[in-house]
């Protein structure tokens, strides 16, 4: 079975096992896990950020520095499908008891003029919430993996300073984006308040993110950590992991994106299906399947018949993420895969 449902599938490998296996321990919640301190060292220091504090896992990172940036009843402005408003199971509004307040854009790009609309969409004053924290994706998970734009970081950065509030960026994949543009990770995380990025996704660790920031800030992220259920004990094997990843891992995710690109070319070839080529970035590729069927279950049951896994993204959308585990081979193998299902889908509209 070739599966191209996510980047968060790949499974360690035996020399990540060995290192995970003779990784030094200690208990994380009394500062004493050398592998996890080890871990937080190397982060501040390949982000050049003050503290960094490690996480069981990227939705745990978004709700602690969520949590630690605004107070209850007040707003974080943000963009309506990035994973904090879309995919944290409204975590927000229990966890923190804040509003979002979103505005929807067609590339999922925020930027400064759409904060200040957001701004000055209520009149504000003591009768409303009061906004404190905006927060920016990349890659945008919704958006086919796109990566924003820096020079946009950088002004909205400009602008959330002079105002007095908060900038996050949820950087789950994040190293995608360093690999796909070359721009390098202290840029980056120069241009924030606080990030948090990923190991479980295209860096194939099997768990745990990092959470930057201010010393201030880290602060009490460690306390909400705890409050959230995530201050874990001999946690060091899956931080030697995370640094297995980084040592041996990050630099391979330019081969997952040269896959991408090329399996986008081959799909491309084939009729009735819409790829929407130049906006392919990192690891991900969009497939529009509306003109053949709009039943998106039909056609990845289809796929899993043949051997290959993909995901239903939305309505008349799938959805390919190549991970490390994926071989030029199994681009091939799964675009002839995806030919067949079509030819035979579109035969039975015909006939119909
Ligand atoms: C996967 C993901 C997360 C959260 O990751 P988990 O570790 O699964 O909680 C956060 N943001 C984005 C954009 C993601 O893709």
């Known amino acids: 079975m070739i599966d191209m449902r996510s980047d968060t599938l790949t499974k360690p490998s035996e020399q990540m096992r060995e290192v995970m296996r003779t990784a030094i321990v200690g208990d994380d919640c009394y500062g004493e896990d050398v592998s996890v301190n080890n871990l937080e060292e190397y982060c501040k220091e390949l982000f050049e950020v003050e503290a960094a504090l490690f996480v069981p896992s990227g939705t745990m990172a978004n709700q602690i520095a969520i949590k630690a940036q605004v107070e209850e009843g007040n707003e974080i402005l943000t963009e309506a499908n990035y994973h904090i408003n879309f995919y944290e199971s409204a975590s927000t509004a229990i966890l923190s008891r804040a509003v979002l307040n979103c505005v ?18 209520k009149p504000r004053g003591p009768l409303y919430s009061k906004p404190q924290l905006v927060t920016i994706e990349n890659t945008i998970n919704y958006y086919q993996g796109k990566t924003f734009p820096l020079e946009t970081i950088k002004d909205l950065y400009n602008y959330t300073r002079n105002i007095g509030i908060s900038l996050h960026m949820d950087g789950a994949r994040l190293f995608n984006a360093h690999i796909a543009t070359g721009i390098p ?66 630099i391979q995710i330019k081969k997952d994106h040269q896959l991408t690109k090329e399996m986008a070319i081959m799909l491309n070839e084939i009729p009735k299906i819409a790829i929407d080529i130049d906006s392919i970035e990192t690891n991900m590729i969009f497939i529009n399947i509306k003109s053949l069927t709009s039943n998106v279950s039909e056609f990845i049951k289809l796929c899993e018949d043949k051997g290959l896994l993909i995901f239903p993204w939305l309505p008349g959308i799938v959805r390919i993420v190549i991970n490390r585990h994926i071989s030029r081979e199994d681009i091939y193998k799964a675009t002839e895969i995806i030919d067949i299902v079509v030819n035979k889908l579109s035969g039975r509209v015909v006939h119909a």
């Open 104 to 121: 929807r854009k067609s590339d999922g790009i925020i930027n400064k003029s759409d904060v200040q609309e957001l701004i000055n969409s």
């Open 185 to 250: 990770l202290n840029e980056y995380a120069r241009n924030v308040d606080t990030l948090s990025v990923c190991f479980a996704k295209g860096l194939g660790a099997p768990f745990g993110s990092m959470l930057m920031g201010s010393e201030k800030f880290i602060n009490s992220a460690r306390s909400i950590r705890k409050q959230f259920g995530g201050g874990l004990h001999q946690i060091g094997m899956y931080a030697s992991a995370a640094q297995y990843a980084l040592d041996y891992h990050l």
